[in-house]
Every structure is written in structure tokens, then in C-alpha cells.
């Protein structure tokens, strides 16, 4: 009888231990302080710079009035249209020439690795001095443009960004074409280059060359890559401040800002941080599902560029 | 192989193709050609008008009338009342830019090696945390976060810049490092284990050491990140001696006169450092955006 409640006692303590093990992921007392130590300056960072704001963010815009109010206002009706049409035009504009381009850099020869090296540039380049660059070319009077029409064709040109809002507007996406196509163009380049080989081989084989091989072997292949691209690049735009902010600033009369740049304008410029912080969060009936679809994507297929 | 499979399609193709080759050529290049005009416009026009004078900027030339480094020299002497204390911003550009990166690898490789290698439990959970964070746009954090480091008496102060920084380059360096991190066998670690090897030691001695390539390439991801942002710095350095060099830019373009040929100086002298480690690290940066997640 001893010797069992013996090997019961031997059985229970080894149990036990393991138990406390995977609480701790296998690992073992100091090992697993070291462990934690290793996470706390994140989490630090996490707490104080990322959930902190959130929750200021949420209690400072939680006031329903405030949205009455955002929607009542004319300037904010514009500024979501805006918003919808930089996001829809802009991202899938500059998604669509991104794939086909990123065909053309495929193609073998030493001037197409020349040109895109040229090409990247835009990406390379901050985006301020090169916003501000293309300000002044859109000037009326001075501007690089409107020179080279009269120089070449004798055209007066418009007035882009202080006459009318959709030119303002349309300045403002062409300048973020601009900016943002070559760093999605190296990505979906990126993932043209991991297709094997031999799948195009095997389709020339069986007679599918040009448009047919792109439909039927590239496309298929890289439609995944493409769509969280395009996700991704969405919500990426939506908080972008700095296009609009620098090329048209929100002007001719207002007319042009997009949700980052009214939030910011709201809050600073006529000081109402409440009303900014509102005319942020009214994104997010766009932002959750995104982040959530998202963090599905990237979670599960891990975006095997 | 190929050679079979090219010698077996050859008869196939249409009579014309060589023409169609050539044609193919020649639109590529005029695409080429289209690209090259497209991209440079905006680098051109900045270079143009940094050579110009004041008074050729105000004129419908094309290319510069009298080309001349003279607004180079002005920035660089510091000789306008707007440029007054540039060296000074630019050095704060260089110091936020190397706790930036300094931080984000530290915290960023210190969280990975938690959870990746010693896997800690419940180490998803920071993962999500931080691809919450990469999802959310910064600048819809902007206006909470102003009043706060307001509240904490950090406006005008470098480091309320440096926090932000590392805050949003950090979960781009968890992702990089936890997707580099397993191409690193587990049997260093165990062996090193075995030899009786802290935790502390086999970071520094093992983990780090092989992690260099991710190092580098999230380095200059979070150089890159902290050189170039602006919303932030513009709202929380006002003080011309705090403030940093996108943000001195930016207030040039809202002076009455602008003077703009000192200004694109100016915009030339801020954005060659990034350019040349952009075109130095190029291919690292390339491997880490197509290794895990994408952010530009």
C-alpha cells in the first residue's frame, strides 16, 4: 500500500509541473521571466502609443451631436465624395497600371533594368520635396506645365488647382499615382517573378501566348497577391495626409479635402479637436471590415509575396 | 529542354514574327520612354528651379535661363531669415532618425525573439497587437496623440517624435524578424542551451548575429519612415530649433513670398541622404517588403 501512494505522489507532482509548464509555454521559471522581460518594452509601446490614443480618440469623438453636425455640414458631404473617389479611382488606377507595368519590367534587357531603377525613384524620393515640386508646376502663371503647353502648342492652361474642384481633385490623384505606383509595381513584380517558369513554358507549349498567358497563368496566380494588395493599399490611402494636404490644400474653397486632411484641419485650424477626431472616426464603417478581412488575409495566407 | 521546346514551337509561329518582334521593341521603348518623362517631371522641375534666380522662377522658361548653384550656397551658409537654424534641423532629422531605428530594432527584435524563439505563450495575441497597429492609419491617430503628449508636457520635444516613429515601425520590424526568424534552425539556440547559455546571452550571441539581413533591412525601413514623415512633426514641433527639416519646408510654402528657388535647395539638400541609402539597401529592402508584410 505504501509503495502505491508512493508512486501516486510520484505520479501527481511530475502532472502538476507539466500543467504549470504549458501555462508557460514550456518554459521554465527564470527562462520564462526573461521571456516576459523580453515583451514589455512592446507592450509598453503598445499600451501607452496605440491603445491609449484609441480609447482618447473614441471618448473624445463620442458625442452623437457632433456627427449631426459633421453631416449637416456641406464641407464634409464634399469631403467624403472626395474620399470615395481618391480611394476608388486612385487605388485601382494605380493598382491596374501597377500589374501591367510590373509585366513590362519582365521583359529581359539591360535599358529595362536601367529604367526601373529610374522608375523607383518616386518611392525613393520623401514625398515632400517632390509634393511641393509639383505644386508649383501646377501654378497657373509659373508652373512647369502650363509653360510647356504654351511653349509647345500655344494653350493657355487652366487653372489647376485654385479654379476648379475637379481638377484640384483630379491633380491631387495623379500626384499620388505618381507617388505611390512604383513601390506596388516592385511588389506585384516581386510576385510575378516567384511563378515558376516552367508554367509559362508549359502554356506556350499548349499554344497560350500574350493577353491568353496573361488571363490564363499570370492573372490566376497572382489574383490573391493583387486583392490584398489593393486592401491593403486602400486603408493605406485613407490615412494618407500628405497628397492632398500639400498639393491642393483642400482647396479651391474647400473642396477638395479627403477625411485625413479635415480631421486634421477641423482639430488645428479652427480648433475643434472633438469635430476633427469625429470626422475621423466616421471612416471607420469602412476601416473595421478592411482591418478585419485584413488581418484574416494576412494571418492565414501570410501574403507569400 | 528548352532548346527542344523552343526547336518545337519555332515552325509554328506566325511568318511575320520577327516583324512583330521589332514592333514589339519599338513599343516597348516608347512605353520606356513615356515612363522616363512621367517619373522625372516633378525631380526635373525641382532641380530646374533650384538653379534658377529668383527671377527666372517667375517666368514661363522651360529649362533654366542662367543655371547657377547660388541657391545651394544660400542653404548651405544658412543665409535667409527661413533657413536660419537649417543645420540645426537637419541634425534634429539625424537624431530622431537614429533612436528611430536604434528603438525600433531593439524592441522590435527584443518582442520577436519572445515570442518566435523562446515562445512565450499567448505570443499571437502581440502579434495581432502589432498587426492591429500596422493597420491602423497614423494619421488618424494624430489628434488624440497631440493633446496627449501635450498633457505629458512633451510638445516641442524630440522624443514625443521618436515615440511615434517607433510605435509605427515597430510592428513592420515584428513581422520581418518572426518571418526571417524561421529560417534560423532551433538547434542553435538548444545547443547553446545545453552549453548553459541565458536566455540574454543566446539574443546576443545567436539570435542577433543571424538576424543582420532583417536588421538592416528593417533599419532602413524605420530610417526611411522617420526621415520622411511629416503630419507629426508638424504638429508637435513648432519651435524652429525643434523642428525638423520637412517641417521648416513646409513652412516656406505658407510665407507670403516664397522664395521657391531656395526652397527646392533646400527640398534637394533633405531628400539625397535618403535617396542614396534607398538605392544602397535597395535589394534588402525589396527582400524584407516581399518577405511579410507590405508598407511603403
Known amino acids: 500500500m505504501a509503495s502505491v501512494s508512493v508512486i501516486e505522489a510520484g505520479r501527481v507532482a511530475p502532472r502538476r509541473a507539466s500543467v504549470l509548464r504549458k501555462l508557460r509555454g514550456g518554459l521554465q521559471g527564470s527562462e520564462y521571466a526573461w521571456a516576459i522581460a523580453f515583451c514589455i518594452p512592446y507592450i509598453g509601446v503598445f499600451i501607452a502609443f496605440v491603445v491609449f490614443p484609441v480609447f482618447y480618440g473614441l471618448w473624445l469623438g463620442h458625442q452623437p451631436s457632433l456627427y449631426v453636425e459633421l453631416f449637416n455640414d456641406p464641407i464634409y458631404q464634399q469631403t467624403v465624395v472626395n474620399t470615395i473617389l481618391y480611394l476608388v479611382i486612385g487605388v485601382n488606377v494605380k493598382m491596374f497600371l501597377a500589374l501591367l507595368l510590373s509585366g513590362f519590367f519582365m521583359r529581359r534587357g539591360w535599358w529595362v533594368k536601367g529604367l526601373l531603377m529610374i522608375y523607383v525613384l518616386p518611392w525613393a524620393v520623401p514625398a515632400l520635396p517632390t509634393f511641393i515640386s509639383i505644386h508649383w508646376m501646377l501654378n497657373t502663371q509659373w508652373g512647369l506645365i502650363n509653360n510647356v503647353l504654351w511653349d509647345a502648342f500655344g494653350i493657355d492652361g487652366p487653372g489647376w488647382l485654385d479654379t476648379s474642384r475637379w481638377l484640384a481633385l483630379g491633380s491631387v490623384i495623379v500626384t499620388y499615382i505618381w507617388k505611390n505606383m512604383p513601390f506596388w509595381t516592385v511588389i506585384l513584380l516581386a510576385g510575378r517573378m516567384a511563378i515558376p517558369q516552367e508554367l509559362y513554358e508549359a502554356a506556350e507549349v499548349d499554344g497560350a501566348t500574350g493577353i491568353r498567358r496573361f488571363v490564363h497563368v499570370s492573372l490566376p496566380l497572382l489574383a490573391n497577391l493583387y486583392l490584398v494588395c489593393t486592401l491593403l493599399s486602400t486603408i493605406f490611402t485613407l490615412g494618407d495626409f500628405n497628397t492632398a494636404y500639400f498639393i491642393s490644400g483642400g482647396g479651391p474653397a474647400l473642396s477638395t479635402h479627403v477625411l485625413a486632411t479635415l480631421g486634421i484641419r477641423d482639430a488645428f485650424e479652427i480648433a475643434r479637436p472633438q469635430l476633427g477626431v469625429a470626422a475621423v472616426l466616421s471612416a471607420l464603417p469602412l476601416m473595421i471590415p478592411l482591418v478585419m478581412l485584413l488581418m484574416h488575409k494576412l494571418r492565414t495566407s501570410e501574403v507569400q509575396l | ?296
Open chain 2, 1 to 296: 529542354m528548352t532548346a527542344v521546346t523552343a526547336g518545337e514551337i519555332a515552325p509554328r509561329r506566325h511568318p511575320n514574327y520577327k516583324l512583330r518582334r521589332r514592333l514589339g521593341e519599338a513599343l516597348a521603348l516608347a512605353l520606356g520612354l513615356v515612363l522616363v518623362v512621367w517619373t522625372l517631371a516633378p525631380i526635373y522641375n525641382m532641380v530646374m528651379v533650384a538653379l534658377e534666380s529668383h527671377n527666372d522662377v517667375f517666368s514661363t522658361n522651360v529649362w533654366p535661363a542662367d543655371p547657377s548653384p547660388y541657391s545651394f550656397w544660400i542653404v548651405f551658409t544658412e543665409g535667409y531669415w527661413y533657413l536660419e537654424y537649417f543645420w540645426h534641423q537637419y541634425a534634429n532629422s539625424i537624431y530622431i532618425g537614429f533612436w528611430t531605428v536604434f528603438l525600433t530594432l531593439g524592441i522590435g527584435s527584443m518582442v520577436s525573439y519572445s515570442i518566435g524563439r523562446m515562445r512565450i505563450r499567448h505570443g499571437w495575441l502581440l502579434t495581432n497587437a502589432a498587426l492591429l497597429t500596422y493597420l491602423v492609419p497614423a494619421s488618424f491617430l494624430a489628434i488624440p496623440f497631440y493633446r496627449m503628449m501635450q498633457a505629458y508636457g512633451l510638445g516641442n520635444n524630440v522624443w514625443s517624435i521618436i515615440a511615434v516613429e517607433v510605435t509605427f515601425a515597430t510592428p513592420y520590424a515584428i513581422f520581418i524578424f518572426q518571418q526571417y526568424g524561421r529560417s534560423i534552425p532551433f538547434e542553435l539556440d538548444e545547443a547553446a542551451r545545453i552549453d548553459g547559455a541565458s536566455p540574454i546571452q543566446v539574443y546576443f550571441r545567436i539570435y542577433l548575429p543571424l538576424m543582420a539581413p532583417a536588421l538592416v533591412a528593417v533599419g532602413t525601413y524605420a530610417l526611411l519612415l522617420a526621415w520622411n514623415e511629416y503630419l507629426y512633426q508638424f504638429l508637435l514641433l513648432s519651435n524652429k530649433r525643434s523642428m525638423t527639416v520637412p517641417v521648416a519646408l513646409a513652412q516656406f510654402l505658407n510665407s507670403d513670398e516664397s522664395p521657391w528657388n531656395y526652397m527646392m535647395a533646400t527640398a534637394i539638400v533633405y531628400a539625397v541622404p535618403p535617396v542614396v541609402i534607398y538605392y544602397l539597401f535597395r535589394g534588402r529592402m525589396t527582400a524584407g517588403l516581399t518577405m511579410g508584410g507590405v508598407k511603403g
